[in-house]
């Protein structure tokens, strides 16, 4: 490529990423139908395979999304609602607990000095507010008819994402092959290896690790429930969702578990260990059944990249940055890789020390 060629593709990247800048404001609900058209292709292709048109295997993979909403909007949520409410009513009494007996048990332990735990002042915040929970529809009602037009324009976002998510998912190899077409013939192998690897690394995380999340959160939402946690389905909830970095799940779900069955059952020895019991048989059966057979030996993102990603596309661009972290990740990481191989098979790698060294001292 020579010098012209060259800083014409980076004055192109220039110009796309500050035209992905302006219109941000805009791209969430585009991004968001990208999301699901991608996911949902290879449902539309297995669809083509048994002989089914691809329009109409794009109505059936609606028609699946739309069943899925619906138990979540008519079973879920309500039940996710209730335990929300439950624990704001609870907050005073958590806080109540901690200030009395947990903080003072870690606080004698720990030889802090008397006073270090200061709650009184959030927990009559707590207190004030758990009275006007009758107000709350109000509130939100007044909030949604001062800013009438935004409300009105997030309601269009939301409309917008699956008009373009169908026809995204209809044309998808359409566009697939007609981009293909558009690469310099001399370069396409490379270009379609490399892409080919990126999506190997979003379906194997996407596709693969969403559904871990989801079996996880049901089993810890179940498991919970089982033992009498009066949190036990938001709590299993949030530990699935939290299961889409590796290990973070775990984690988040079993300190908060143990944290509201001290609260609930007090030093209870059987309940305690049965929440434990309930997170490490869902580890378990992630690295022995549930990995292997959703996600396989493809290759997937660090936890750490899915983090640091995840964290600098939200400081960056916002929601819009979130969407776009994973997909970048995964072309850095294909990219680096290919650097890495490029620097093996290098002379400067390959070159014996004293040849370095010769090369160093001239």
């Keep these: 490529m020579i010098d012209s060629q060259r800083w014409l593709w980076i004055a192109g990247v220039l110009l796309l990423g500050w035209l992905l800048y302006l219109l941000q404001p805009i791209l969430s609900p585009f991004l968001i139908g990208v999301l699901l058209a991608y996911m949902g292709d290879p449902l539309v292709d297995r669809f083509e395979r048994w002989k089914l048109s691809r329009t109409w295997g794009v109505v059936v993979v609606f028609a699946l999304i739309g069943l899925v909403m619906a138990i979540l909007l008519l079973v879920l949520v309500p039940m996710l609602g209730k335990q929300l409410m439950r624990l704001y009513e609870m907050a005073p009494e958590i806080l109540d607990w901690l200030q009395n007996q947990a903080l003072p048990w870690v606080q004698l332990k720990l030889g802090l000095a008397d006073g270090f735990w200061r ?149 209870d020895f059987y309940p305690l260990l049965g929440i434990a019991a309930v997170f490490v048989v869902g580890q378990m059966l992630e690295g022995m059944l549930l990995t292997p057979l959703l996600v396989g030996d493809r290759i997937g993102l660090h936890p750490v990249a899915v983090i640091f990603a995840i964290m600098a596309g939200g400081q960056l661009f916002g929601f819009t940055g979130i969407l776009l972290a994973l997909p970048v990740a995964a072309v850095i990481m294909v990219l680096a890789r290919h650097l890495h191989d490029f620097y093996k098979q290098s002379d400067t790698y390959g070159a014996p020390v004293e040849e370095v060294a010769e090369r160093a001292s001239d």
């Design 119 to 267: 709650f009184d002042k959030l927990k009559e915040a707590f207190s004030g507010q758990v009275d006007k929970t009758t107000d709350i529809l109000g509130m939100l009602l007044s909030k949604a008819t001062a800013s009438g037009l935004a409300l009105l324009a997030w309601l269009a976002n939301l409309m917008l994402i699956p008009v373009v998510s169908f026809y995204l998912m209809r044309d998808w190899d359409l566009m697939v092959a007609k981009l293909r077409s558009l690469l310099p013939r001399g370069r396409e192998g490379l270009v379609v290896q490399l892409f080919s690897e990126c999506h190997e690394v979003l379906g194997a995380f996407l596709r693969g690790q969403l559904l871990v999340m989801l079996a996880l959160g049901v089993m810890y939402a179940t498991g919970l429930m089982l033992i009498g946690l009066e949190l036990g389905l938001l709590i299993g909830v949030l530990a699935g969702l939290a299961s889409i970095v590796p290990y973070l799940g775990v984690v988040v779900g079993i300190g908060a578990a143990l944290t509201a069955g001290l609260f609930q059952f007090g030093v």
